[in-house]
């Protein structure tokens, strides 16, 4: 029994150090994006609550003049120092996201060259990241790529009847953005994205 | 979150578990309920870790690196033959897996390692089988398919999750 625990415990080292390839990276980095762009999102909007007392034409905490407004709060040199603070340090919080997103693109240049030039960085990430990986997203149908990101709504849809969804992820895409009919050209995209990743994963 | 199988015994549950027993465990994960099992066989018992993902799996080794009657298997449940000839006839199966096919998975593991009379808890959740059902049919079904089992709904500290308690 020792024995053989010895060599399951060695076999379980190699496997996990196998398991390792450019596609965990990407995984691993687009879910980290996300996290961020999270946080990023709320604290902006923390920090425009706060910067309001001071300056309340505040639009955005990332450009704003530091004059106070006419009915802007005294807030002393201490109050403002620590606000300046959490300011400056949302500022570097984004150029952390350009370097991820910098990153990202070039694992993708490699791995998925055509999926990144067709869904772009983020949107061609976050396929491989919820289908769980290039294989997976390679095999799916077009439909369901479509749909990718959209699973609360598809099973709110399947549950009570409500309409359903036409868009997952790929809603952000610009050619689904700028697109008049919607979920027409969320289809297009998704067929056109099932099409090249096929190629990215069968090429070699 | 509390491990489900000490959610279990907190109920005053008798799951069969027992000293010395030799354990497969099915969906180990990051090996906390998976080291419950361990200090209740005791150091004459044995348990199998099978876990599917090697992200996991990294906390999961750690685990059984330190309890000396504690196994790895970095496997597919759904593909037993790939790790058949790795494990013994086992005297308990505890499975917690969150997959559609979780009880014909859990089936064919029990038919190929569970001994005569050897005991099992899985854990069910309704959602991962059919996420549309209703959680009273989906277990209805399981109940039809497992036969002479006991049924425990878990929604105290687990919702939507059942666990499944027998005798092979």
């Known amino acids: 029994m020792e024995t053989l625990r010895k060599q399951l415990i060695e076999d379980t080292k190699k496997k996990i150090m196998e398991s390792f390839d450019n596609e965990s990276l990407i995984i691993q980095c687009s879910r980290y994006l996300a996290e961020l762009d999270t946080s990023i999102y709320s604290m902006k909007l923390r920090l425009k609550g706060w910067y309001g007392f001071y300056d309340h034409d505040v639009v955005d905490v990332l450009d704003v003049s530091g004059e106070k407004s006419s009915l802007g709060a005294d807030l002393t040199e201490e109050d403002l120092i620590i606000l300046n603070e959490n300011i400056e340090t949302l ?10 997103i910098n990153y990202l693109t070039k694992l993708m240049e490699v791995k998925v060259p055509r999926l990144l030039d067709v869904a772009g960085v983020e949107i061609g990430a976050k396929l491989i990241s919820l289908a769980g990986g290039v294989k997976e997203l390679a095999s799916m149908a077009s439909s369901k790529i479509q ?9 709110r849809h399947l549950k009570s009847g409500n309409k359903a969804p036409k868009y997952g992820v790929i809603y952000f895409h610009k050619s689904v953005q700028d697109s008049e009919d919607k979920g027409k050209a969320a289809r297009k995209l998704a067929s056109e994205i099932s099409k090249v990743v096929k190629v990215d994963y069968f090429r070699k | 979150m509390i491990s489900k199988l000490k959610a279990l015994l907190d109920e005053g549950i008798d799951v069969g578990l027992n000293k010395e027993d030799n354990v497969l465990y099915l969906g180990a994960s990051h090996g906390v309920t998976a080291k419950i099992i361990s200090k209740i066989v005791g150091s004459k018992g044995f348990v199998f870790c099978l876990e599917v993902s090697s992200i996991v799996m990294r906390d999961l080794l750690k685990v059984c690196e ?21 494990i013994k006839k ?31 808890v899985l854990i069910i959740k309704a959602k991962s089988i059919d996420a549309v059902k209703d959680v ?24 939507g999750h059942y666990a499944i308690l027998g005798e092979k």
């Open chain 1, 91 to 100: 500022r570097l919080l984004l150029i952390l996201k350009e370097d991820n």
């Open chain 2, 90 to 120: 086992v005297d308990f199966i505890y499975q917690d897996l969150a997959q559609r096919n979780q009880v014909s998975i859990f089936k064919k593991n029990s038919e190929t390692f569970l001994k005569e009379k050897g005991k099992f």
């Open chain 1, 147 to 155: 749909l990718l990101g959209a699973e609360k709504a598809l099973f």
């Open chain 2, 66 to 86: 330190d309890n000396e009657n504690m196994v790895p298997l970095l496997y597919d449940a759904n593909k037993m033959e790939e790790y058949e000839d790795k």
């Open chain 2, 136 to 159: 009273k049919e989906v277990i209805e079904n399981v109940k039809k398919e497992m036969g002479d089992v006991k049924v425990v709904d878990m929604g105290k500290t687990h919702k």
